[in-house]
Every structure is written in structure tokens, then in C-alpha cells.
Nanobody, 121 residues
């Protein structure tokens, strides 16, 4: 099994910053793309940012220029630096990863348990 554990959420004032972290552990042969998604109350889960093994990134238009996704060289951790936060960024943020458990299996999608980010004065 694979576990994704997020950390770094919290309460921040508008214009502030937070850094989210997600560490993958368990039965891992290879991790492919990793990413962050978020879900606000009453809304569908939406993509925030993704990063490939080659560190190619993709961002939602709403966060471009404010958020930065990165990944450690070992490839098992992904981070989201969030600057200039707005109240509309308030949501539960989920880590996602495509993980291949062994050389004999295909990759599966895994999700973390989510971390709350609240932007409010």
C-alpha cells in the first residue's frame, strides 16, 4: 500500500503565504506525476498544480504567478508554495500521485487525506 501524508495547512491572512508538503511512503517502485487539488465547500474538487518526474509543471489559471509546485530529487515528496493568498483559496487541499508499486504492476492513483487552508482576516 501507498500512503500520502500532507502537512502545512492552516489559517492565514489575505496576502500571506503557506507551504504545503506531501510525503509518499509504502510500497513504491516509481512515482509518476504528483499534484495538488483543492475542494471548497459546495464545490467540486479542482486541479491546482501538477508536476511530472521530469519536473514539468502545470497550474490552474487562478493560481498562476502566486503558487509554485516543486518536487524533491528522490521524487517522493511534493510541495506547494502559496503566496499572495486570497480568501477564494480557502479549501481542503489534497495531494495526488500516480504510483507504481512494483515492476510487475501498473500505476495507480493515490490521494492524501487533505489539509485545510483558510484565508481570512
Amino acid at each position: 500500500q501507498v500512503q500520502l501524508v500532507e502537512s502545512g495547512g492552516g489559517l492565514v491572512q489575505p496576502g500571506g503565504s503557506l507551504r504545503l508538503s506531501c510525503l509518499a511512503s509504502g510500497s513504491i517502485f516509481r512515482i509518476y506525476a504528483m499534484g495538488w487539488y483543492r475542494q471548497a465547500p459546495g464545490k467540486q474538487r479542482e486541479l491546482v498544480a501538477t508536476i511530472t518526474r521530469e519536473h514539468s509543471t502545470n497550474y490552474a489559471d487562478s493560481v498562476k504567478g502566486r503558487f509554485t509546485i516543486s518536487r524533491d530529487n528522490a521524487g517522493n515528496a511534493v510541495y506547494l508554495q502559496m503566496n499572495s493568498l486570497k480568501p477564494e483559496d480557502t479549501a481542503v487541499y489534497y495531494c495526488n500521485a500516480g504510483v507504481r508499486g512494483s515492476i510487475w504492476t501498473t500505476s495507480n492513483d493515490y490521494w492524501g487525506q487533505g489539509t485545510q487552508v483558510t484565508v481570512s482576516s
